[in-house]
């Protein structure tokens, strides 16, 4: 026999009470609906095979929810000693109508005491072990994120670096400079951009400009479906307008080096909006990217050229060298390597945005690099490239591990025109290189896989690859290596690169 009563118990903090019910016949069987503390059950089956229900109610030790459970003693009763007298309990009737049974608190209960409960072995020892899981729980929860971890070595090192380099600038310029030279622009450049990154994304969300994943790259990537891109739209006026500020809006090299950022940025944005439009990783096609890249690369070179730009040598078109080379005169080669290096520099920015916090960190060591090899040629664009590496370390914060938006086109790019202006400006092309060391390898890590796949198809008939998947930190990946810890190599590597690269411009000039 069975019937169906759908009914809500509600269980408060130490209260618990029951209206009376219509008698139900023994061993009847029917079903119910609870609803504890805003949970909602399903239909449960419920046997009464006596004339009595025993409800216990958990306490703060519940984890956030009651259970029931029939408590029985050694003499077979269970219950009875848990409920008052002004309390009820379901008795039998002969009853087999369907309606509905509301229980309602009306009484106090007197709730078994901790020690009661915890009587039993098999209750402590499970106990201990909640207790025990919340608190590896709340510690992996308070857990410091690798991204945050890599980021503060990050901004230690060049820090450090920035107040070496303005403790010692009278000794490489000659000239006295401003106190904190270069520290200053990187602070003011990096809390704005990390102020603007707050302001923005919420933005970015809100029409929806996510960036394409790739199906046919790692699967862990599935998991930042969803994430904002164009994150060049904020940072990268930033950096421009610090140093703008800073030193100067009179100095013609940090104007032609804003005007190449701000040029290979709305290429970028191009490539953005048609890819966020078409809802693929599909953006301008790439013949029209690259003419485009190289019309900007000549522009500049021919402007440079017929420029007044300040400069220790009184004639153009050099490019310094260590010993025993010292200054090298490119003459008309100078326009194509300019080209050249606009390309290279943004498309290799470019292919290195592929893991959180990779290209950004990279990008920022590479401008300080070239901000202390070109400090004794043009302070003011040394103040360009730290103001640069400000703004890419604001947007760190927030692309870091794990991302919450992407640079995108718009900023990889941006970022690659930004430090083929600072080397043209000052001939420093083999510090571009050295402290771009990473971009570099990331380009021939792709130039390797294609020629290789096709050299291979046209040799045996079917292509191989010489990587898992180009660039080179796909590879790494498909290799097992955790996304945060090929960042954190990576910046390592680009550390002692960034280095290098201002010592040798420093000897060259």
């Known amino acids: ?108 209960v007197d709730l078994p005491s901790t020690n009661e409960r915890f009587e039993s072995s098999d209750g402590a020892l499970a106990v201990t072990a909640h207790r025990f899981s919340m608190l590896r729980r709340r510690h992996t929860t308070n857990r410091i994120q690798p991204g945050n971890i890599i980021n503060m070595g990050l901004i230690a090192f060049l820090v450090a670096i920035l107040l070496l380099v303005d403790w010692c600038s009278w000794r490489i310029v000659r000239l006295p400079l401003a106190s904190f030279y270069l520290s200053r622009p990187f602070t003011i450049s990096a809390v704005s951009a990390l102020v603007a990154g707050w302001l923005c994304i919420p933005i970015l969300k809100k029409f929806k400009i996510y960036q394409t994943i790739r199906k046919k790259g790692p699967r862990e990537h599935n998991s930042k479906k969803g994430t904002p891109t164009m994150g060049g739209l904020f940072f990268i006026p930033i950096g421009i307008t610090v140093a703008g500020y800073i030193a100067g809006f009179s100095s013609v090299e940090v104007l032609g080096a804003a005007a190449a950022t701000l040029a290979f940025a709305a290429i970028g944005l191009l490539d953005d909006a048609f890819s966020v439009i078409n809802k693929r990783n599909i953006g301008l096609p790439a013949w029209i990217k690259l003419m485009l890249e190289v019309a900007v690369g000549l522009g500049f070179a021919f402007w440079l050229n017929s420029a007044n730009i300040s400069s220790p040598y009184s004639m153009k078109m050099l490019v310094p060298l260590p010993a025993p080379f010292g200054l090298v005169h490119l003459g008309k080669l100078y326009v194509c390597l300019t080209s050249f290096c606009f390309v290279s520099m943004g498309n290799g920015i470019n292919l290195t945005d592929g893991l959180d916090g990779l290209a950004g960190g990279t990008a920022a060591l590479a401008f300080i690099g070239m901000s202390i090899a070109v400090l004794p040629i043009c302070s003011e664009l040394s103040i360009f490239g730290v103001s640069m590496a400000g703004a890419c370390i604001g947007f760190l914060a927030h692309n870091r591990y794990k991302a919450s938006i992407f640079m995108g086109d718009t900023g990889s790019l941006a970022l690659g025109g930004a430090l083929a202006a600072m080397a043209a400006c000052s001939g420093m092309f083999f510090p571009l290189f050295i402290s771009s060391g990473i971009f570099v390898i990331e380009v021939l890590s792709v130039l390797l896989q294609v020629s290789y796949f096709k050299t291979t198809k046209r040799l045996n008939g079917v292509g191989s690859r010489l990587f898992r998947m180009a660039p080179l930190h796909h590879h790494l990946e498909l290799c097992g290596l955790k996304e945060p810890h090929i960042v954190a190599s990576t910046y390592v590597l680009s550390c002692i690169l960034a280095v290098y690269a201002g010592y040798v411009g420093l000897i060259s000039a």
């Open 1 to 108: 026999m069975s019937s169906t009563c759908p009914s809500s118990i509600n269980l408060g903090s130490n209260h618990l009470g029951f209206q009376k019910l219509p008698n139900l016949a023994r061993n009847q069987h029917f079903s119910c609906n609870f609803k504890v503390s805003g949970l909602r059950f399903g239909r449960q089956k419920c046997d009464f095979r006596r004339n009595w229900i025993g409800i216990k109610a958990m306490d703060e030790f519940s984890d956030g929810y009651s259970s029931f459970d029939e408590w029985e003693d050694s003499d077979g009763i269970g219950g009875a000693d848990i409920l008052s007298s002004d309390s009820y309990i379901l008795s039998s009737s002969g009853d087999e109508s369907d309606s509905e049974v509301v229980v309602n608190p009306i009484g106090d």
